[in-house]
């Protein structure tokens, strides 16, 4: 399949995810120790939500729009709050979203100074963009070369703490296959930091064999977050998403067990909408 991110910008899955991005840099923000965090497949960084290709799929609408317009319980809006505060901040004076925030501009706008942000894009006018982006600013490091070539080559990271971002956007076969290769290299050079994986889920036996594949490295502290917003089918808009989270901050579990049905209620779009969140290894190391 093709997820080129401009066409799927602020849709369900980019809402897990960057809400999950979200909370691990705020974590890692209670210590007073700057932190690096890598984003290997980063896009552009920001996304126009007028664009002809966003307008062409409208999955934003039914993504971080239906978000933005509920009002949650307190637990959830909690949950939300540094991640939609991103997404609000880039929208500023609007009345409705047309600015999408990508990963690399969620993680900016909520770290310190001191923390650094190493963005990687290999698609020649998405570097460019991306480049443009952080121009002036010294604490985002761009780099323009294929993502998993940069994964190996930017861990670890000298400030020994921080969190690894792995977004392919699978237009190429054998993507599940890198995945799990890059689970075992950023565990074998970044033993405690957190690696945030993200996979779409088409066919959901692909993605349970993914799952075992993934466990069977046996690299302790692993926790799976799956969303579907409509039950699995061959054909049509893609109904799942999910996350490998490698040693996740001791309260994202159960935030997540909060957050999880809930995106599933808001954001269903059939039948079938749920969530799963469980340990595929268990609960061994504590994250930095």
Known sequence: MNYRHIYHAGNFADVLKHAVLALVVEHLKLKDQPFRVIDTHAGIG??????????????WRDGIRRVLADTPPAEIAAILAPYLEVVRAENAGRDEVVRYPGSPLVARRLMRRGDVLVVNEAHPEDAASLKALFAKDASVKTLAIDGWTALKA?????????VVLIDPPFEEPGEFRRLVEALAAAHRRFATGTVILWYPIKDVKIT????????????PKLLSAELFVRAPRAEGELPGTGLLILNPPFTLEEKLR???PYLARTLARGTGAESHLAWLVGERITSS
């Open 154 to 162: 930017l861990l670890p990271p000298k400030e020994r703490r921080g």
């Open 46 to 59: 920001v996304y126009d939500l007028a664009s002809e290709e966003a307008q062409k799929t409208g999955e």
């Open 258 to 260: 909060a957050l999880l």
């Open 208 to 219: 349970r064999a993914f799952a075992r594949d993934a466990a069977a490295l046996g690299i």
